[in-house]
Structures are given as C-alpha cells and as structure tokens.
C-alpha cells in the first residue's frame, strides 16, 4: 500500500546529495538496512535506504541524483507530496554484547543506511568506529554529524581517492590499518557493518574471510516491486531476492554468491558486470 506522505524538512548534504525527511508516524517503526520504495508521482518508484527514523515519527531517505527520478526528488520542495511503500528488506542486527570491535564502512551513499544505524549504537551505548570513504572531499556525507561528535563512544576516519579530505586512498586500505592494531584473538570479535559500491564490499568481505571476521553488507540491486515479483534483483547462484532475503546479508551467504562483486542485472534482467 502506498502512503502519501508531505516533505517537512530537506537538508544539502553535500554536491548532488540531499537528505529528504518526512512524517510517517510511529505505528511502524523501520530498523537500520531496511528500505521504502519511493514513488514521484508521474516519474518513477525506486527504493531507498531508511537513513534515519526519531521517535517523533519522522522518517528520511538521503538521495544522489543519478537518474530521472532521483533528480525529480531532489528537485521537490518541504510542502511537496511523494508515495512511500514500505519498509522493506531485513536489518542490520545489534552487535553482541562480547564485541571488543565495531566497524561501520561505507563509501559515498553508502553512509546512508549506517548512519541509521549509528543513531542506533548511539542509544544502545555501543563504541564503535565509523570509516567513511569517497572519490573527493565534495562527496562526503553527514561530516558535521560524525567528524564533530562530542560522544566518546565514537570514533570517526575518512578516507579520498584524491586525498582531498582525510586519508589519501581507499576506505578498505584504511580499514585493514586499524585491524592490524589488534590482537589476534580480538579479531573473531570483531563485527563490521557496510554498505557503499560493491567493488569496494567484496574487498571488504575478502579481508573479513581472511581474518575471521564476520561481515554484514548491504547490497544494491535494481528493484520495481521490493516484494519479490519482478526477479530483477535476483543473485547466482543461490536464486536469492535482494529485496525479500536481503538487502543484508552476513559473510557465509555473500560466500555463496557467485554474482557478488562481478555480476548484476539491468532492467531487462540481462547480467552486467559491476
């Protein structure tokens, strides 16, 4: 069921990237990783991740222009209308208790999800780290919120391919620098929570399986129905649903994905290569 919904509060996150709230209310309440489908009336639907819920019922989605409707959202106003279906997907699960280290990695909009999910660890005590990576300082997303923290559970790092902001490089190189400053036996408690390009996931994944560490990723796929119906966001070889398994999957069942990493669908169904 669609529900129409009003824009009351629309901020600038950075070039191309806009963060669009909206009140829903609390009879549903999403939990980090889950996604709505956004419909823009005389455009399109498409899903987007959940980047934070407060307890006023107010919901947000953060939207990078890269296609016809992304551009129609970004180009609405507080006061306009869109549709919400929704939520939908699996969560990010609450670390145990026994865990010495958290990670949360994500490139670009990526950060969209897990900065729900930092709000989360927030209120749960959690002490975390927050590695957030992009192409240049310009594509980086909620700095004031995370680089600013006053909260000593919090600890944040960014990374550019251009060093314009941060470390020069890649997120996953200057995550494989903060685990090798921990003890061997700490690394099997050790979680990390990502989402971003999937080039830079698998890597990601490749690190974690080497190590021992338990991984859990959002992945991406084109979706139409986000219930299952279109089979567009199918996963070889397993026939997994991205939007109905998914969208979080853990390192034994990304182990079990062929496509990950290589391989996804267009509109059509056709693979392409990632």
């Given at each position: 069921?669609?529900?129409?919904?009003?824009?009351?509060?629309?901020?600038?996150?950075?070039?191309?990237?806009?963060?669009?709230?909206?009140?829903?209310?609390?009879?549903?309440?999403?939990?980090?990783?889950?996604?709505?489908m956004v419909w823009v009336p005389g455009v399109?639907?498409?899903?987007?991740?959940?980047?934070?819920?407060?307890?006023?019922?107010?919901?947000?989605?953060?939207?990078?222009?890269?296609?016809?409707?992304?551009?129609?959202?970004?180009?609405?106003?507080?006061?306009?209308?869109?549709?919400?279906?929704?939520?939908?997907?699996?969560?990010?699960?609450?670390?145990?208790?026994?865990?010495?280290?958290?990670?949360?990695?994500?490139?670009?909009?990526?950060?969209?999800?897990?900065?729900?999910?930092?709000?989360?660890?927030?209120?749960?005590?959690?002490?975390?780290?927050?590695?957030?990576?992009?192409?240049?300082?310009?594509?980086?997303?909620?700095?004031?919120?995370?680089?600013?923290?006053?909260?000593?559970?919090?600890?944040?790092?960014?990374?550019?391919?251009?060093?314009?902001?941060?470390?020069?490089?890649?997120?996953?190189?200057?995550?494989?620098?903060?685990?090798?400053?921990?003890?061997?036996?700490?690394?099997?408690?050790?979680?990390?929570?990502?989402?971003?390009?999937?080039?830079?996931?698998?890597?990601?994944?490749?690190?974690?399986?080497?190590?021992?560490?338990?991984?859990f990723a959002s992945l991406e796929r084109i979706?139409?129905?986000?219930?299952?119906?279109?089979?567009?966001?199918?996963?070889?070889?397993?026939?997994?649903?991205?939007?109905?398994?998914?969208?979080?999957?853990?390192?034994?069942?990304?182990?079990?994905?062929?496509?990950?990493?290589?391989?996804?669908?267009?509109?059509?169904?056709?693979?392409?290569?990632?």
């Amino acid at each position: 069921m669609i529900r129409t919904v009003k824009i009351n509060h629309i901020i600038r996150e950075c070039t191309g990237i806009k963060t669009i709230s909206f009140k829903l209310g609390n009879n549903i309440i999403p939990k980090p990783g889950q996604f709505v489908m956004v419909w823009v009336p005389g455009v399109d639907e498409i899903p987007m991740s959940i980047s934070n819920y407060d307890e006023w019922g107010n919901w947000s989605i953060t939207v990078k222009n890269v296609g016809e409707c992304t551009n129609a959202l970004q180009n609405l106003n507080i006061g306009d209308f869109i549709g919400i279906r929704g939520p939908f997907g699996n969560y990010f699960k609450m670390p145990p208790k026994t865990s010495k280290h958290i990670f949360l990695i994500g490139g670009g909009i990526g950060m969209a999800p897990l900065k729900f999910l930092v709000n989360q660890l927030k209120e749960s005590a959690f002490k975390f780290k927050v590695i957030e990576g992009a192409k240049s300082k310009n594509e980086l997303i909620y700095l004031v919120e995370l680089f600013n923290t006053k909260n000593k559970n919090i600890e944040f790092f960014c990374s550019t391919d251009d060093g314009s902001y941060g470390q020069k490089g890649f997120a996953t190189e200057l995550f494989e620098e903060k685990i090798s400053e921990i003890k061997y036996d700490d690394l099997k408690n050790t979680i990390v929570y990502t989402c971003g390009p999937e080039i830079m996931m698998y890597h990601l994944f490749q690190i974690c399986k080497k190590q021992g560490i338990e991984l859990f990723a959002s992945l991406e796929r084109i979706m139409r129905c986000g219930c299952g119906l279109c089979g567009l966001c199918a996963i070889d070889p397993v026939g997994i649903l991205v939007c109905k398994d998914g969208p979080i999957f853990n390192l034994s069942e990304l182990n079990k994905m062929d496509d990950f990493g290589k391989y996804k669908r267009d509109f059509t169904g056709k693979k392409i290569k990632i």
